[in-house]
């Protein structure tokens, strides 16, 4: 069945960097968009980035748009999240997700992984 997986989260202090991945497995996701999304404690979960299938389409919520870049390896089946100038209001648990395009999703969630910035 289809899997996404996260990694690479982790403890920083503010101003550091972190690289998450994503890799999707059990399906054929040929012309999927990929997006990050995070949810902080007692918040619900919001939008970070989307990237299309080629790479060539991006997108960034305001918060990170100049600090994250998002970007995909197709061979890999991963897409990644590139995280400079880490804020404390950047923790939270990042999840990826899969969809038709860059504005719908699928029901693919997978565990998260938890960032964590310290002032």
């Known amino acids: 069945q289809v899997q996404l997986v996260e990694s690479g989260g982790g403890s920083v202090q503010a101003g550091g960097s972190l690289r998450l991945s994503c890799v999707a497995s059990g399906g054929t996701f040929i012309g999927t968009a990929m997006g990050w999304f995070c949810q902080a404690p007692g918040k619900e979960r919001v939008f970070v980035a989307a990237?299309?299938?080629?790479?060539?389409?991006?997108s960034y919520s305001d918060s990170v748009k100049g600090r994250f870049t998002i970007s995909r390896d197709n061979a890999k089946s991963t897409v990644y999240l590139q995280m400079n100038s880490l804020k404390p209001e950047d923790t939270a648990v990042y999840y990826c997700?899969?969809?038709?395009?860059?504005?719908?999703?699928?029901?693919?969630w997978g565990q998260g992984t938890q960032v964590t910035v310290s002032s």
């Open positions: 997700n899969a969809g038709p395009s860059m504005e719908s999703w699928y029901n693919y």
């Open positions: 990237i299309s299938w080629s790479g060539i389409r991006t």
